[in-house]
């Protein structure tokens, strides 16, 4: 069977492959207009499934530096007052070596002990730190204050369970400190301990015995200091590996989303080229018959 070709047929095949054409150019003016490779999931529905993806990651990225942030300004408040407090407890085992002396005077006795009574209230004051608005030795509790004192004795009012944050895919990082085990609660607190030494330079009382606790105590504040320091560490390594992989999600990103805008540029200049020549040769291919008026 022969197939006859006819005027019509070859007006709708040109007319076809012209907005075929018309189409391609189309497309690349909006990725040139948008800058984007993908203007729609049609485009390249792997390609979207791929950026879905990485922008989570990227939204997941942006949150673990949100929390190292915040997880780096709770650290460096706690190493500062740890800071202080290492700085006080050598300044209270100074006085309590001068209180020990043979032949100070009662005078100079109640002198040493009016200065350790103002170091008390400055361990306090350090054991009350907060940072944005919380104590930072308190642990989740709202407590205002970590340590408060109640007849004579100081109370921890923070809870057991820290203050924790995630800053990175693994195990979340404590970024408190746990006051009763820095400061000590009740009767066993440093603040219990200053009082007495002050008590019994005040009585005349041979505070010798006072050494060992000091010494003590300034002990476990040293190790309680290593283990933030520890901590304090890892999160600002998270930091630098946060850094390293918000350039590396942006350039996965990039590759996927981002245009080649010199080569696409290229593209539809040879696609409007490729229709004004189609443009042309249908006009001259295509030219209307005497015919076509007398329809």
């Known amino acids: 069977m022969i197939t006859r070709t006819t005027n019509q047929t070859l007006a709708r095949n040109a007319q076809q492959n012209l907005q075929a054409n018309m189409s391609r150019m189309a497309k690349l003016q909006e990725q040139v207009s948008s800058s984007t490779a993908i203007t729609r999931p049609s485009d390249n529905p792997a390609g979207t499934a791929d950026a879905l993806k990485v922008r989570a990651e990227i939204r997941a990225n942006a949150q673990y530096s949100s929390n190292i942030n915040d997880a780096d300004g709770w650290l460096t408040t706690v190493d500062s007052a740890l800071d202080n407090t290492t700085d006080l407890m050598r300044r209270i085992k100074d006085l309590a070596l001068r209180g020990a002396s043979a032949g100070l005077s009662p005078a100079n ?5 009016t200065e350790l009574e103002g170091l008390k209230k400055d361990l306090l004051k350090e054991a009350n730190t907060t ?3 919380r104590s930072i030795f308190a642990g989740n509790s709202d407590a205002k204050s970590a340590f408060t004192e109640e007849n004579g004795e100081y109370v921890h009012s923070g809870s057991g369970a820290g203050v924790m944050r995630r800053v990175d895919g693994g195990a979340p990082v404590r970024v408190d400190a746990d006051g009763s085990a820095v400061f000590g609660s009740g009767p066993g607190s440093v603040f219990a301990l200053v009082d007495s030494i002050a008590a019994d330079l005040r009585s005349g009382a041979d505070v010798t015995g006072h050494l060992a606790s000091i010494d003590a105590r300034a002990n476990t504040i040293l190790s309680r200091h290593t283990e933030v320091g520890v901590r304090h560490a890892a999160v600002l390594k998270a930091r630098d590996t946060n850094l390293e992989q918000t350039v590396s999600l942006e350039a996965r990103r990039s590759g996927i989303e981002d245009l080649d805008t010199a080569k696409v540029i290229l ?29």
């Open 131 to 133: 940072f944005a608005g």
């Open 267 to 295: 593209d539809l200049k040879l696609q409007e080229l490729s229709y004004q020549t189609a443009l042309s040769v249908t006009a001259r291919a295509l030219q209307p018959t005497l015919m076509d008026f007398l329809r």
């Open 109 to 113: 006795k109640d002198a040493v002990a």
